[in-house]
């Protein structure tokens, strides 16, 4: 009897395991993007009459001014003291942020990297491969749809009844290395539908903050394509995130010389890139970047404040026809020591003042936080 009592309870555990497994994984499922073709964005969306699921949401020259409401607060800056390692794949982490360190060059990366969104059902908007940079469109969670009887009935069917009020957009940057080696890091950008009014009968969508869970868990499976195991790249996540170090401190804007700024009490090798996740976070089109000169090359959409008081900014950031033209800047981080300094520079290299350069330095240090 109690050999049987015993059976039972384990098998009862495995099923426990299992389900929690499946339940896990269920939490992502992007698969039905590649499916739907291209929908057109109507310029006005306070008043969505279409499924809009896989259309261009904001595009990618934005706008900073808005964007700091997207910004969460952060989680303190950790070190680990120990790295977290399989074969030639490591596990970093910098606060709320993760990325992998791979022991091959960004050559050999791109393609299974590239393949890797492309498996997981998203269609690319961007890929660069002299930068690095791959990006999705924006896409449905749709593991976040509920799963009761009329969906599994109906959904089935009609398919495109059904919809979440969030869309999601990643972007992989491929950062090569000195040393032959390559950092990867995946950042995720997300929009919500709200409703605009008391009355509930017009919407519209503004950012929601960025999820580091997600982040990590596309890292973890990616993890997979470049050669470790399920088992493997759960165990490097559970014990990542198990360690925790001392903080260290954040970012804050100053003033030198009349120029805006984000000073960082941290070397160059950390402050580039924390500014990096900063700049693919908050969505700005990055051009170009020139590291041993510590320079980004970026577009930015100053905003309309005339547009902004009539439509409102997000339904100029939904607009096919963005009112302003973006312009190019470059954001410089130069350091002396254990300390930092980023700046917004004009296109030609010199020191920008404008109201914009004020807009970039404040959205980047508020990541920074």
């Excluded at 919407?203 to 903050?209: E, I, L, S």
């Excluded at 924390?274 to 041993?292: I, K, P």
Aim: aromatic share 6%.
């Amino acid at each position: 009897m109690t050999q049987t009592t015993a059976r039972l309870s384990l098998i009862g555990l495995a099923v426990a395991l299992s389900a929690c497994s499946v339940i896990e994984e269920s939490k992502i499922d992007y698969k039905s993007a590649k499916k739907a073709s291209t929908l057109e964005v109507p310029p006005d969306l306070t008043q969505l009459t279409k499924d809009t699921r896989y259309s261009a949401a904001p595009d990618s020259s934005v706008s900073a001014v808005a964007l700091q409401a997207a910004n969460q607060t952060q989680v303190p800056t950790v070190e680990r003291a120990a790295p977290l390692k399989v074969g030639d794949v490591e596990i970093l982490r910098d606060g709320n942020k993760r990325w992998l360190l791979i022991n091959r060059p960004a050559e050999q990366l791109w393609e299974p990297t590239r393949e890797f969104w492309l498996d997981h059902g998203f269609n690319l908007s961007q890929e660069k491969p002299d930068l690095g940079i791959i990006e999705t469109d924006w896409a449905e969670n749709r593991a976040k749809l509920p799963q009761d009887i009329i969906r599994a009935t109906l959904g089935k069917v009609f398919d495109s009844l059904y919809s979440t009020s969030e869309r999601d957009r990643f972007r992989t940057r491929l950062e090569r290395r000195a040393d032959g080696k390559t950092e990867i890091f995946i950042t995720h950008r997300g929009m919500e539908e709200v409703y605009s009014n008391t009355n509930k009968d017009a919407t519209v969508w503004q950012p929601r903050a960025a999820d580091p869970e997600l982040e990590t868990e596309f890292l973890r499976r990616l993890m997979i394509k470049l050669g470790t195991t399920e088992e493997q790249s759960r165990a490097l996540v559970a014990a990542d995130q198990a360690t925790a170090v001392q903080a260290a401190p954040a970012g804050k804007i100053v003033t030198i010389n009349g120029q805006p700024a984000v000073q960082l009490d941290e070397p160059f090798d950390r402050a580039w890139r924390r500014v990096g996740v900063a700049l693919d976070r908050t969505g700005f089109t990055v051009e170009d970047r020139n590291r041993s000169e510590g320079l980004y090359y970026v577009r930015y959409v100053a905003p309309n404040p005339d547009m902004e008081t009539k439509k409102g900014w997000f339904s100029n950031l939904f607009s096919s026809k963005p009112e302003n033209k973006p312009g190019q800047y470059q954001i410089a981080v130069r350091s002396a020591g254990n300390q930092s300094t980023v700046t917004v520079l004009d296109a030609k290299g010199q020191p920008e003042t404008t109201q914009a350069a004020q807009r970039i330095v404040r959205v980047i240090a508020d990541d920074l936080k």
